[in-house]
């Protein structure tokens, strides 16, 4: 009796052995690593397991019959597979594939640099914009502290990787600003029409860009303005060159931001030393006003709206022989005004409509001449946006650029009188294909079409990324860029096709531990460059697309906000080999707004006992090239190099009240930009010259700025800390 008992209670434990199922394996990426501690099981069950630090795994169950196995590990895509369960051993090996993250994704670097909430890693910030010292609070100064850029002393504006001013375009939330900079007289610095402090962020492509952009063959700049405010608002801001007050008011979905400057160097320059003779200090008015407003789930409408007029007179040397002293006066009057949407339309369609126009108008007299210079331009833009899958992403769209720019010249016993009206109708398609979390291809089309010109062009764009690591990748971009000739050669004539520039660009990006370095090479083959004959300027004989060039450099970017406590610091460099034949060139030759080699080295400090942001700026640039008319060597001069150490100071005195100063060339270097030249020869059979010079060599500013809100804590350092 006890024997059959034994014997049928040993049958059932060998029944229930031979009746048990084991899952042995092993997971993997594709490469074949080992991916450890992944999660294995049978859906429906509890039956699961975990994989050993080698991949490896194995999972015994007393189920019988069909079942679904899942293998999943973070990060990559789950994989499920049917099994059955029969009591022996079943051997599978998986490899899973990375799931795609929009977030962790790699995205194409070359030529942008991004400042902005959205980026995991960026170069710059758009608190930069304001507390780099030396950009004076200027957009377009602060950039030049930036891989690729040239600084010339002399204009203020932006020299992009070999490229002229007139190559960069400038956007406001997606539409086309026409007159970016202030108007200046011949040779003297300018700096940008907008208050910093109304962008939340900033793109700056120096090459490569999207086939949404055109008419532009160096860089584009993307300015995206704020969204709403936290709560109402009142800026009050008192200069040593002028004062700005700001209110913002807000209502349900919606905020309204107004405000007025006045600005006047006057008391500035009477307590420095001034290189020219103002016989009339610059002095500006400008009242803005910004609307914004939500609609529905995801829409957001942005309006914005400024009239600023200016005026300067100075004295100027008159180089003729036996000329005398002249005054040089100018008043400016300029209206823009922009307006944009962007939302979704449904979960896979988003559309983001713009459209801008400006109204600019110089009034210039000196010497017995009367200039009168007006644009008016009016751009539209729509584009939208469909997205098939994550992976795959389709934009497309369409713009108008319309613009009237107009000329009179009264001088004694001539008139000229010439205007002239283009329209620039554009479409554009571009794909953006991710093959992996790791490689990402961006491949577009633009077309263009000016009914001034009468020319149609095609712009094919190709760009791509590869993430080599967690914390690096590479980019490389190609494309074609096509810009109508500047203004003052279509008043005389339409008989001239779109410039051209061909991009080639290479970078590789690492960021780690908030640090962050970026090199990049790129190869840009200039075609089609507008060339005078030397006959009369107004005749369209004398412009043909004859012209060509060449640039290619290398650009270094570090920055590191990591390594010291409080402290955040970064280091560009630029090489740049470039040559010209366009314009009045004789031959090819290197072109008087190149540099060879730019450094900008920034520092900045949060010293916190003293609730003060130190900053420090050094800026080189090796000697530039001019043209002695006296000498037989074209553009055979070198100019001085540009050298100026800048410092700031922003001192936290309440939690909304800040003192600023800051002061540009503490050390005083000489600065020079060239000379200018008489037209015609003194007795001796020379040409008069002057040394081109910075309105001053130093330049201060001393400010407060007091925010007042119903918390009383709000000010603009608190991103800082």
């Not at 050390?667 to 020869?681: H, P, W």
């Amino acid at each position: 009796m006890k024997r059959s008992i034994f014997y049928i209670f040993f049958s059932i434990l060998s029944l229930n052995a031979f009746s048990q199922t084991v899952i042995t394996g092993k997971v993997t990426q594709e490469q074949g690593e080992p991916l450890p501690g992944a999660n294995v099981f049978l859906q429906g069950t509890y039956d699961g397991t975990s994989g050993n630090d080698k991949g490896q795994f194995k999972l015994k169950t007393k189920k019988t019959g069909s079942f679904d196995l899942h293998v999943e590990f973070m990060g990559y895509e789950p994989n499920v597979q049917k099994v059955e369960l029969k009591g022996d051993t079943i051997r599978i090996n998986v490899q899973l594939k990375e799931a795609f993250n929009e977030l962790t994704a790699v995205t194409i670097t070359a030529g942008t640099f991004e400042a902005g909430d959205k980026k995991q890693a960026v170069t710059i910030t758009p608190l930069d914009m304001v507390t780099t010292a030396g950009a004076k609070g200027d957009v377009y100064g602060a950039l030049q502290s930036l891989p690729g850029t040239t600084t010339n002393g002399e204009s203020g504006r932006l020299f992009v990787k070999g490229g002229d001013s007139e190559e960069s375009q400038t956007y406001i939330d997606g539409s086309l600003v026409y007159v970016p900079y202030n108007s200046s007289a011949p040779n003297l610095s300018t700096r940008g029409r907008f208050n910093p402090f109304m962008f939340k962020g900033t793109i700056f492509s120096t090459g490569g860009y999207s086939a949404e952009y055109g008419q532009a063959l160096s860089s584009v700049l993307l300015l995206n303005t704020n969204d709403m405010p936290a709560e109402d608002q009142l800026d009050l801001s008192f200069m040593s060159i002028g004062v700005e007050v700001a209110g913002t008011k807000l209502w349900k979905n919606g905020a309204a931001t107004g405000s007025m400057t006045y600005n006047n160097l006057a008391p500035y320059m009477n307590l420095t030393t001034q290189n020219y003779n103002w016989v009339h200090a610059p002095e500006s008015a400008k009242g803005e006003l910004s609307v914004r407003q939500k609609t529905g789930k995801s829409g957001m409408f942005k309006f914005y709206s400024s009239f600023n007029k200016d005026a300067f007179t100075i004295n100027q040397e008159n180089l003729e022989p036996g000329g005398n002293p002249f005054d040089y006066h100018l008043a400016n009057k300029n209206y823009f005004m922009n307006g944009s949407w962007n939302g979704h339309l449904s979960e896979k369609w988003a559309m983001n409509t713009a459209a801008s126009f400006t109204n600019n108008q110089d009034d210039i007299i000196y010497d017995q001449t009367i200039v009168q210079k007006k644009i008016v331009g009016a751009h539209v833009k729509n584009v939208f946006n469909y997205l098939f899958t994550d992976k795959l992403s389709l934009k497309f769209g369409g713009e108008l650029f319309a613009k009237t720019y107009s000329q009179n010249v009264l001088m004694p016993g001539e008139i000229h009188d010439n205007n002239f009206t283009n329209r620039t109708v554009a479409g554009f398609t571009e794909a953006q294909v991710y093959a992996s979390s790791k490689f990402v291809t961006r491949i577009g089309a633009r077309i263009e079409y000016s009914d001034y010109l009468k020319s149609t062009n095609v712009s094919p764009r190709l760009s791509t990324a590869y993430k080599i690591t967690e914390t690096s990748q590479f980019s490389l971009a190609y494309g074609w860029f096509y810009q109508n000739p500047v203004d003052d050669y279509l008043l005389y004539t339409h008989q001239l096709n779109p410039e051209r520039a061909d991009h080639y660009t290479f970078s590789y990006q690492s960021s780690i531990n908030s640090r962050t370095m970026r090199v990049e090479l790129y190869y840009k083959d200039y075609k089609d460059l507008v060339k005078t004959n030397g006959g009369a300027f107004y005749l369209p004989t004398s412009y043909m697309n004859l012209g060509k060039g060449y640039a290619k450099g290398l650009d270094f970017f570090w920055r590191d906000n990591k390594t010291i406590k409080n402290g955040d610091y970064w280091i560009s460099y630029s090489y740049l080999d470039t040559k010209r034949d366009y314009r009045d060139f004789p031959g090819e030759a290197v072109p008087t707004f190149a540099s060879k080699h730019n450094l900008s080295v920034v520092y900045k400090h949060w010293l916190s006992d003293m609730r003060s942001l130190i900053g420090v700026n050094f800026k080189y640039s090796s000697p530039r090239v001019y043209n002695d008319p006296n000498s037989p060597v074209f553009n055979g001069e070198k100019m001085l190099p540009y050298r100026s150490l800048d410092l700031s100071w922003s001192f936290l005195y309440r939690k909304n009240i800040i003192i600023y100063g800051a002061v540009t060339n503490v050390l005083g270097f000489k600065n020079e930009f060239g000379r200018r030249y008489a037209s015609t020869t003194d007795a001796g059979g020379n040409y008069p010259s002057a040394a081109i010079q910075p309105s001053s060599n130093r330049f201060y500013v001393v400010a407060c700025f007091i925010t007042l809100t119903r918390k009383g804590n709000a000010n603009q350092l608190d991103k800082i800390e």
